[in-house]
């Protein structure tokens, strides 16, 4: 049980592509994979509601028990143990966006979700906790979760992000950065590590010091998003030009 819930993390090292890292890629793959090649099943009613729910309650047992152990284990702390990590509210947004069907949510967690859980899954930040630990455990079901829950969002319903959707997700980013930045200067936390670099492997290893690495941190963040976008603007742009051609 120490192995599975204590709280000294004994600083591992994450190894980046080892054998259980792309094991565990490699499952979130196929269940991404199954759901795509079942996407019409997945469309019928009782189905997407009975898969949603079990998304939605995964990543309820996930925030819970990630938020319990901080408690119990006696380590919570405002620095760190909020849920204002950008991946820690997309959590969030992606239960009530299952349970309410919202597209207005799916706008901004289409971006938030594949642009930042992505990038968690690549190079992730345990905090030094190694597998059996359930904080290593729970790290990959949340980043896991937020990107089926995006692409089960998209199969099931349908939805897809518009330019619309992009503008809506810089100004809620902008709002996000601003209250994180100002709470973690008074609280002395790192959220998002927007007052210094993960202790963890990323690609912030290859930038300036805090905080020069700050503004190419943002501008970062920002054209993930407008790649994110960019498959559906030259669909729509392709779309366009057919119709108008056959207009002609």
Known sequence: MNIFWNKITGNNDFNIFSKGHILILGFIFSISFLMFFNK???RKPNVR???GKVIAYILI???FFQHFWYIERGVFSLKESLPLYLCRITVILCIIMIFKESYSLFEIVYFWGLGGA???LLTPDTGGFIFPHWMYIQFFIGHGGIVIAVLFIMLAY???PTFKSLKKTFNWS???LVIVGIFNYLVGGNYSYLRGKPLASSVLDYLPPYPYYIPILVAGMFLIFILLYIPFY????KRNTLHNIMNI
């Open 40 to 42: 019409e099943v997945l």
């Open 49 to 51: 509601i009975r898969v």
């Open 61 to 63: 047992f996930q925030s």
């Open 118 to 120: 992505t990038q968690a």
């Open 158 to 160: 349908r939805y897809r």
């Open 174 to 176: 902008f709002i996000y």
């Open 234 to 237: 030259i669909y729509d742009l």
